[in-house]
């Protein structure tokens, strides 16, 4: 797979791309890994997250714009996939504190199977 010299070894997200934490994947290809959240808010709760490690949002950069795109293509994909284009879901990406970011590798929760409270916060 290309960008396994991005992985960091402390990283639990980049565990679950090298195979050395289990988890259960629903898609990957070159760029990105999906995988079902292991405390679902939602009837479905997936995360999708890029192959290479991110800390966050804000490590990504201008040359990172295709693979920040491929990521929300991809949630469509999983979305049909799945069975929930048409009944809805949301993205979520958490960045920083005051977001409530856990986990220091960039990703995406795909939530839905359920109607979603807003406003958000
Ligand atoms: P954050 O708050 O950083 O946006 O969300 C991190 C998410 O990662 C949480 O929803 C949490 O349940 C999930 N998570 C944390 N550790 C693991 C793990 O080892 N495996 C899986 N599948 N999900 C995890
Ligand atoms: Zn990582």
Same mark, same amino acid.
């Given at each position: 797979? =290309?960008?396994?010299?991005?992985?960091? =070894?402390?990283?639990?997200?980049?565990?679950?791309? %090298?195979?050395? =934490?289990?988890?259960?994947?629903?898609? +990957?290809?070159?760029?990105?890994? &999906?995988?079902?959240?292991?405390?679902?808010? &939602?009837?479905?709760? *997936?995360?999708?997250?890029?192959?290479?490690?991110? @800390?966050?949002?804000?490590?990504?950069?201008?040359?990172?714009?295709?693979? !920040?795109? @491929?990521?929300?293509?991809? &949630?469509? /994909?999983?979305? *049909?996939? #799945?069975?929930?284009?048409? =009944?809805?879901?949301? !993205?979520?990406? %958490?960045?920083?504190?005051d977001a409530? /970011?856990? #986990?220091?590798?960039?990703?995406? @929760?795909?939530?839905?199977? +359920? +109607?979603? +409270?807003?406003p958000m916060?």
């Amino acid at each position: 797979m =290309s960008n396994t010299g991005n992985l960091e =070894s402390t990283c639990i997200f980049c565990k679950i791309i %090298n195979g050395e =934490s289990p988890s259960r994947i629903v898609y +990957r290809d070159d760029l990105v890994t &999906a995988f079902h959240d292991i405390h679902p808010v &939602a009837p479905l709760h *997936i995360l999708i997250i890029p192959n290479k490690h991110f @800390h966050s949002l804000n490590l990504a950069n201008i040359e990172d714009e295709p693979l !920040l795109g @491929h990521l929300l293509t991809v &949630a469509h /994909q999983i979305a *049909i996939r #799945v069975g929930v284009e048409q =009944s809805g879901y949301r !993205l979520i990406l %958490n960045t920083g504190p005051d977001a409530g /970011q856990a #986990v220091f590798h960039l990703h995406f @929760h795909l939530i839905g199977g +359920r +109607r979603m +409270r807003f406003p958000m916060g």
